[in-house]
């Protein structure tokens, strides 16, 4: 007879009222000293412990955490897809990802892949407890100093800067499906001229919903006759 295992029994003993959090990291003595701090803490409780990618997504499978601590550059399974397959799975838990790299570029990914924070090892305790709080909630939160370096960079920027970068983010493809669209073409006709699947056309809609934060065809088209994508007579 199958018996549940300590950490199964330690997450269903936990009251509804707490967080339940899974830790991820391969160094042992970083691990403990993370769950003694959020133990301390009367809305925290870590339910589970994992050394790497593989072992995150099992955990997560068995022990289903509100919150997940992730590091980045474990052996194995990169951490990023080890999120990826937790949140295809449980869309609701929420990721923290907690690095020593102050890096745009993983900031980036580690947003892609779905997290919703990032924080840096050396940022004190307090502030990583306002992060775990602020996503909890279903906010974001990234870590105080690599956001005041972001912001700096953009106000350092000008808005024809901005706007370059935004659509340096397009491909040639996707420039064209938005001219397209913008021009009042539906997703069949732009499949008929470009001699594509509706699906992929489809697919470049979204992705350019994306990549330019907009939400519906309508913000699409302002935002091709702003930039002087396509004009009006």
Same mark, same amino acid.
């Given at each position: 007879?199958?018996?549940?295992?300590?950490?199964? /029994?330690?997450?269903?003993?936990?009251?509804?009222?707490?967080?339940?959090?899974?830790?991820?990291?391969?160094?042992?003595? *970083?691990?403990?000293?993370?769950?003694?701090?959020?133990?301390?803490?009367? @809305? *925290?409780?870590?339910?589970?412990?994992?050394?790497?990618?593989?072992? +995150?997504?099992?955990?997560?499978?068995?022990?289903?955490?509100?919150?997940?601590?992730? @590091?980045?550059?474990?052996?194995?399974?990169?951490?990023?897809?080890?999120?990826?397959?937790?949140?295809?799975?449980?869309?609701?838990?929420?990721?923290? *990802? %907690?690095?020593?790299?102050?890096?745009?570029?993983?900031?980036?990914?580690?947003?892609?892949?779905?997290?919703?924070?990032?924080?840096?090892?050396?940022?004190?305790?307090?502030?990583?407890?306002?992060?775990?709080?602020?996503?909890? /909630?279903?906010?974001?939160?990234?870590?105080?100093?690599?956001?005041? /370096?972001?912001?700096?960079?953009?106000?350092?920027?000008?808005?024809?800067?901005?706007?370059?970068?935004?659509?340096?983010?397009?491909?040639?493809?996707?420039?064209?499906?938005?001219?397209?669209?913008?021009?009042?073409?539906? %997703?069949?006709?732009?499949?008929? /001229?470009?001699?594509?699947?509706?699906?992929?056309?489809? +697919?470049?809609? *979204?992705?350019?919903?994306?990549?330019?934060?907009?939400?519906?065809?309508?913000?699409? %088209?302002?935002?091709?006759?702003?930039?002087?994508?396509?004009?009006?007579?």
């Amino acid at each position: 007879m199958l018996t549940p295992s300590s950490e199964s /029994r330690t997450a269903m003993t936990v009251s509804m009222s707490r967080s339940r959090i899974l830790i991820t990291d391969d160094h042992t003595l *970083f691990r403990q000293g993370l769950k003694r701090l959020l133990e301390s803490e009367l @809305d *925290f409780a870590v339910v589970g412990e994992a050394r790497n990618g593989e072992e +995150a997504v099992e955990r997560a499978r068995e022990l289903r955490p509100d919150l997940i601590i992730m @590091d980045i550059g474990m052996p194995g399974l990169s951490s990023f897809e080890a999120v990826r397959r937790i949140r295809k799975e449980r869309p609701e838990t929420r990721v923290l *990802f %907690v690095t020593m790299y102050d890096d745009e570029d993983y900031l980036a990914e580690c947003l892609d892949a779905g997290g919703a924070g990032y924080i840096l090892k050396d940022t004190p305790a307090d502030q990583l407890i306002a992060g775990l709080r602020e996503i909890r /909630r279903g906010g974001k939160y990234l870590s105080p100093r690599l956001l005041a /370096r972001l912001v700096d960079g953009l106000r350092a920027r000008s808005p024809e800067d901005r706007f370059k970068s935004r659509l340096s983010m397009l491909t040639p493809r996707e420039r064209e499906v938005l001219k397209l669209l913008a021009e009042g073409n539906s %997703v069949k006709e732009i499949a008929y /001229r470009l001699n594509l699947s509706i699906k992929t056309v489809e +697919a470049h809609k *979204f992705n350019l919903m994306r990549k330019l934060d907009l939400h519906n065809k309508a913000q699409l %088209v302002q935002y091709a006759i702003k930039r002087k994508i396509i004009k009006i007579a």
